[in-house]
């Protein structure tokens, strides 16, 4: 079955950075695109980005543009978000998640992986 | 960027009644509509997809109706495991955009 599993959460200084991570398998990697959304406490879901099952393209919201990078290894299975600058406001559960393209629903979430910004 | 607005943002009901929570965009996005489940703790769960499309393995009680810009998500018999936060989003266009999500509790 499908399972993405989020790594790299943790506490942060405002300004710092921080690498999230994604494994995905149960199903054929390259050939879906993949998003990150989040949450932040007491608030509703927000997405972050998204990217094309080749690469060849990237969406961000404009609350992360220029700030985050998404990317993808095929040969590994692997999703990654490269988090710079961050901000108290990026205080969330960050999930990854599954979806052949842009305009398709989001059919399959991982669990999640907490980021703190905090001094 | 396509604002989702949904209501209400939070309603007590009881196992057994009927409930619907409505969905409204900015603009029209054609059935580009989805509706998602959150448990406390939990990763979200697709309900349903291109406004009324039921994703398998949910449970008929669930159904989604509308298009343009107004949408409607309707559960028959609210059960236990029901209650949850849901959560509308649109997926015209990028920046896709979630609703502000609406909380079903127990009365």
């Known amino acids: 079955q499908v399972q993405l599993v989020e790594s790299g959460g943790g506490v942060v200084q405002p300004g710092g950075s921080l690498r999230l991570s994604c494994a995905a398998s149960g199903f054929t990697f390259s050939t879906y695109g993949m998003h990150w959304v989040r949450r932040a406490p007491g608030k509703g879901l927000e997405w972050v980005a998204f990217?094309?099952?080749?690469?060849?393209?990237?969406y961000y919201a404009d609350s992360v543009k220029g700030r985050f990078t998404i990317s993808r290894d095929n040969s590994n299975n692997t999703l990654d978000l490269q988090m710079n600058s961050l901000r108290p406001e990026d205080t969330a559960v960050y999930y990854c998640?599954?979806?052949?393209?842009?305009?398709?629903?989001?059919?399959?979430w991982g669990q999640g992986t907490l980021v703190t910004v905090s001094s | 960027d396509i604002q989702m607005t949904q209501s209400p943002s939070s309603l007590s009901t009881s196992v057994g009644d009927r409930v619907t929570i409505t969905c409204r965009a900015s603009q029209s996005i054609s059935n580009y509509l989805n509706w998602y489940q959150q448990r406390p703790g939990k990763a979200p769960k697709l309900l349903i997809y291109a406004a009324s499309s039921l994703q398998s393995g949910v449970p008929s009680r669930f159904s989604g109706s509308g298009s343009g810009t107004d949408f409607t998500l309707t559960i028959s018999s609210l059960q236990p495991e029901d209650f949850a936060t849901y959560y509308c989003q649109q997926s015209y266009r990028t920046p896709l955009t979630f609703g502000g999500g609406t909380k079903v509790e127990i009365k």
């Open positions: 990217i094309r099952f080749d690469g060849s393209n990237k």
């Open positions: 998640a599954k979806g052949p393209q842009s305009w398709d629903p989001i059919d399959y």
